[in-house]
């Protein structure tokens, strides 16, 4: 069974740095597409970021440079390191599989980026 | 960049009947769109690829439709389980990006 579980969410200053992970199972997070993309409270969805079975990576305009998207094939584990956040950053940040269809969906990890 | 629009935004219908949403795009996506259903509190849930496809598990009364820029997602005969946010998804231009419409929330009349 597919399952995707994030974590290390939480309470941020602006500025500051967090690393998501999302620890998949069932399937080999280094053979598919991965993707990670945020929803802001009371808001729609938004794509973030996606990283290729071969490496290459992609990012949205709104965090270019700030964020990196990364995977650790021994865990199979994806990452998102997040720097420089800002107030507009605060979102529930999901992961997801095979991108450009998400098919899996992990339940989701909150930042909040607030003084 | 594709933008993608959603109505309408609020759809009030009675268990039983039909919702017929809709979603246009800014420029022709061909058929590389998706259906997402979101509820309360849970991750978004795949329902349509393809413009047409059902995903897996999905049930028959889902169906969607359309090609170019206008497309339409039909629940024939709604379900209590069915109230929900609807979100479309073009494809169309990636890499790099994805983009999302800002949803359709269809709630009990």
């Known amino acids: 069974e597919v399952q995707l579980v994030e974590s290390g969410g939480g309470l941020v200053q602006p500025g500051g740095s967090l690393r998501l992970s999302c620890a998949a199972s069932g399937f080999t997070v280094s053979s598919n597409y991965m993707s990670w993309v945020r929803q802001a409270p009371g808001k729609g969805l938004e794509w973030v970021s996606v990283?290729?079975?071969?490496?290459?990576?992609y990012y949205a305009d709104s965090v270019k440079g700030r964020f990196t998207i990364s995977r650790d094939n021994s865990k199979n584990t994806l990452y998102l390191q997040m720097n420089s956040l800002r107030a507009e950053d605060t979102a529930v940040y999901y992961c997801?599989?095979?991108?450009?269809?998400?098919?899996?969906w992990g339940q989701g990890t909150l930042v909040t980026v607030s003084s | 960049e594709i933008v993608m629009t959603q109505s309408p935004a609020t759809l009030s219908v009675s268990p039983g009947e039909r919702a017929t949403l809709s979603c246009r795009a800014s420029q022709s996506v061909s058929s590389n769109l998706a259906w997402y259903q979101q509820k309360p509190g849970q991750a978004p849930r795949l329902l349509i690829y393809?413009?047409?496809t059902r995903a897996t598990g999905i049930p028959a009364r889902f169906s969607g439709s359309g090609s170019g820029t206008e497309f339409t997602l039909t629940i024939s005969s709604l379900q209590s389980e069915d109230f929900a946010v609807y979100y479309c998804q073009q494809y169309n231009n990636w890499p790099p990006g994805f983009t999302f419409g800002p949803g359709t929330k269809v709630d009990i009349k």
């Open positions: 997801a599989r095979e991108p450009p269809i998400f098919d899996y």
């Open positions: 990283i290729y079975s071969g490496g290459s990576t």
């Open positions: 393809g413009a047409s």
